[in-house]
């Protein structure tokens, strides 16, 4: 269980992470590199070799490693519709 908050909730009850689109990405790695919050897994002896192994490390609303691949595949959640849960669940929870 994360301690940390953002807007005042629990980081681990909010869905913001990268999601991999496998048919897309080259596994160059350069998400890897520019990341310094070890989102992602590499994972040598794998198939996959590259997973997203700890989304809640993972900055709400930053979509910086998808800027940098190349193939673009990264993607994440809605931004707006984030914001939107994220204003309920804190409703959700000043209500009891
Ligand atoms: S930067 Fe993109 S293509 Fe490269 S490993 Fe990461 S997700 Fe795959
Ligand atoms: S969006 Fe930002 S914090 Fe999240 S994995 Fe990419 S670079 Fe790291």
């Not at 009850?13 to 990268?18: A, N, R």
């Not at 496998?22 to 590259?50: A, Q």
């Not at 959640?77 to 959700?92: G, L």
């Amino acid at each position: 269980m994360s301690e940390t908050t953002f807007m005042g909730v629990e980081r681990d009850k909010i869905d913001w992470k990268p999601t991999i689109d496998y048919t897309k990405c080259d596994y160059c790695m350069e998400c890897v590199k520019f990341c310094p919050h070890k989102v992602f897994e590499v994972r040598e002896s794998e198939v996959i070799k590259l997973i997203v192994r700890n989304a809640n490390n993972c900055v709400v609303f930053c979509r910086a490693c998808s800027k940098i691949c190349g193939p673009d595949a990264l993607s994440f959640p809605d931004k707006n519709a984030t914001t939107q849960r994220i204003k309920e669940i804190r409703r959700e929870e000043s209500n009891g």
